[in-house]
């Protein structure tokens, strides 16, 4: 079945520390999006990817870092310069140039300890 | 600056009741207007609008634009335990990722 994957649901960090969060599809979407939603806050864009090899900032990128470097896959990186970074983590893709329906994968949920 | 604004944030009916949810938008190249349902993870696709005055329905679930007042509305009968969520809206402008609300947080009592 076609779908998103993220992974891990759950991840623990120390203050200080990188972590990587995945998210893959399998849909053949050109394009993948990496929101965070706190309670209350909805979700937020951190960053985008319409295309392999390139990425935009969003509206809440510092901190984060992300790569494309295949179609299928878009990792976020976590930063220590990120200073709240508990959260709820969301990835998407969708279609270019479509009239904007996403497909989220399941979420990770960061805990900062 | 894109903006999405859902009214209320939070609302606690008991089953049964009708409730009305409120997103209104402020974009500068309208493309779409879509509604999603997030129970614990992962947002799920309820409706996407396009079109003013055409309503969209799935069971107790419908829906409607008005591109003119730039609002949509999203309407659930005879609320049912199950239909507590957090429902987001989120507008669409084109080349553009989704630009969501907050939400709205319905719990429904039994």
């Known amino acids: 079945d076609g779908g998103i994957t993220q992974s891990p649901k759950y991840l623990f960090r120390k203050e200080g520390q990188n972590v990587t969060l995945s998210c893959e599809q399998n849909l053949n979407h050109d394009a993948m999006y990496w929101y965070r939603q706190d309670p209350g806050q909805g979700l937020r864009l951190i960053y985008y990817s319409q295309i392999v090899n390139d990425f935009q900032k969003g509206d809440i990128a510092e901190g984060y870092s992300v790569s494309r470097e295949k179609k299928e896959s878009f990792p976020l990186t976590v930063t220590s310069a990120q200073k709240n970074p508990t959260a709820f983590y969301l990835c998407?893709?969708?279609?270019?140039?479509?009239?904007?329906?996403?497909?989220f994968g399941s979420g990770t949920r960061l805990t900062v300890v | 600056e894109d903006k999405v604004v859902q009214s209320p944030l939070s609302l606690v009916v008991h089953e049964g009741d009708t409730v009305t949810l409120n997103c209104s938008y402020e974009v500068t190249n309208f493309r779409s207007l879509l509604w999603y349902k997030q129970e614990k993870k992962a947002p799920t696709f309820l409706f996407m609008l396009t079109s003013s005055g055409i309503e969209k329905k799935s069971g107790r679930l419908s829906s409607i634009l008005d591109k003119k007042e730039l609002f949509s509305i999203l309407n659930i009968t005879a609320t049912q335990t199950g239909d507590s969520a957090v429902y987001l809206c989120a507008v669409y402008s084109g080349n553009t990722p989704l630009v969501f609300g907050k939400g709205t947080r319905l719990s429904v009592i039994a």
């Open positions: 998407a893709s969708s279609i270019t140039g479509s009239t904007g329906g996403y497909t």
